[in-house]
């Protein structure tokens, strides 16, 4: 049996008055008793916002981000509406009286607004974009372990430090040291010993006992 436009237009109502309590962090429960409603159908909203929710987003938010979203939203509406009523003239009564007569006067003063609103809404807007990744990353360069100096800075500091520390004294570490560096143990381990040393020179004859 179809809906009628009704029952759809009060349903829509009850929806948008269950997912205002719920970003605001009313329980279930709390939101059925201050809506005359019961839990059940409360939890069947909710699911209903939750996947409108899922479909309106651009990406695939989980349901905490989609949660926190809707906390920005709300607060950012009526941070809106704080903005436009501190621009609003602000009116007062003063009352006046000579004994016999009294006499009201009406002040008004003209308002320019309270731009600790504007902040408000700043940072919501912010915090927004980050929760939907639409910054570019910051860029940190890598610096030393204590953060005082860049890090290729204290390379290079570390390794003087370590060149004036050795027994011979401070030396140049590039390409060519490396490679004479890596050379060592081959050079060590192809070294010929005294008694397998070879040589391309003739044996001394053994001498005779006078045999021709």
Known sequence: MPVSRAKK???VRRRRA???LFVQGHSQIAIADQ????QPTVSTDLKAIQKQWREAAVRDFDEQRERELRKLDALELESWKAWQRSQKPSQEAILTTDGTSQRTQKKVAEQVG???FLEQISKCIAARR???GLDA???VAPTSPDGSEAYHCHVMSELMRLAEQSSVGPVVIDAEAIERESQLP???QSKPTAEGLVTDEMPNPVPTSGVT
């Open 18 to 20: 269950v997912g205002d």
């Open 186 to 188: 081959r050079l060590e």
């Open 130 to 132: 980050a929760l939907l």
């Open 9 to 11: 237009a009060e349903m």
């Open 35 to 38: 809506l005359g409603i019961s």
């Open 114 to 116: 309270d731009v600790r």
């Open 137 to 139: 990353p910051t860029k």
